[in-house]
């Protein structure tokens, strides 16, 4: 009970933070990981998603744009952005994720509070004149 309890209060959290997060918070979570990320794996990561470069804010963007080796490059002359197509998958990832935690957080409630209802029950089968 007391552990079904402390998952409940992780879980529980985990679900209101993946909601809150802001659309803000998203874009400098991405735009950290993209800068630690190395070369190799922004280019397969352009490659998946058929974008280039994260956002265009600096003249950062211009050289990731040069060295981009995404599918929509050669088709067309401009390609979206990969920092609007992140934050669009992970928008709605973290909306899932926090309602299904939300929801299995609630079913571990209902596990609480059927154990803390359930634990003292004698056995009806047992001896009524035995101590325990």
């Not at 744009?65 to 920092?83: D, E, L, N, V, W």
């Not at 309602?99 to 209802?117: C, D, K, N, P």
Request: aromatic share 12%; glycine share 6%; with cysteine.
């Amino acid at each position: 009970m007391i552990i079904l309890g402390l998952v409940f209060i992780f879980q529980f959290g985990i679900s209101c933070s993946c909601l809150a997060i802001n659309q803000s918070t998203q874009t400098d979570v991405i735009n950290a990981s993209w800068w630690v990320m190395s070369n190799k794996t922004r280019d397969e990561l352009e490659r998946s998603f058929n974008c280039c470069g994260l956002f265009n804010l600096t003249t950062l963007y211009q050289q990731d744009y040069a060295f981009c080796t995404a599918i929509c490059k050669s088709r067309s002359p401009t390609c979206q952005m990969c920092g609007e197509k992140f934050l669009k998958h992970s928008d709605e990832a973290l909306k899932i994720l926090g309602g299904v935690g939300l929801f299995f957080s609630f079913t571990e409630i209902l596990g609480v509070w059927l154990a803390m209802r359930f634990r003292n029950q004698k056995d009806p089968r047992a001896n009524p004149s035995a101590f325990l």
